[in-house]
């Protein structure tokens, strides 16, 4: 299993960036999918989640400003992230799991991740 993260990048404060994840070995159908975030000196954070059946968690501080979604057909997770502020600047990765674990950490396949930058 593989999952591969592009999208990165620096943006000013206010824009939009779309991040995606592209699995191999394994079916955005059949796990549940994630994104989590770090920053230097901080622990890795949920950021948003996404069931099977395309049901969506997100932290409190990016409610409003980020949207996850799935391509069943395409096989790729995104993240759709406006209204980006400074504190968004994070390395930002993919997970995936059979279960359902929502926000937790415990997710068993990740990404390498991709670098945003908001300034």
């Known amino acids: 299993v593989q999952l591969v993260e592009s999208g990165g990048g620096s943006v000013q404060a206010g824009g939009s960036l779309r991040l995606s994840c592209a699995p191999s070995?394994?079916?955005?159908?059949?796990?549940?999918m994630a994104w989590f975030r770090q920053s230097p000196g901080k622990e890795r954070e949920g950021v948003a989640a996404?069931?099977?059946?395309?049901?969506?968690a997100y932290t409190d501080s990016v409610k409003g400003r980020f949207t996850i979604s799935q391509d069943h057909a395409k096989n790729t997770l995104y993240l759709q992230m406006n209204s980006l502020k400074p504190e968004d600047t994070a390395m930002y990765y993919c997970?995936?799991?059979?279960?359902?674990?929502?926000?937790?950490?415990?997710?068993?396949?990740w990404g390498q991740g991709t670098q945003v930058t908001v300034s």
């Open positions: 997970a995936a799991d059979e279960y359902n674990l929502g926000l937790a950490r415990s997710y068993t396949y």
């Open positions: 070995g394994l079916s955005v159908s059949d796990f549940s």
């Open positions: 996404i069931r099977r059946d395309d049901l969506t």
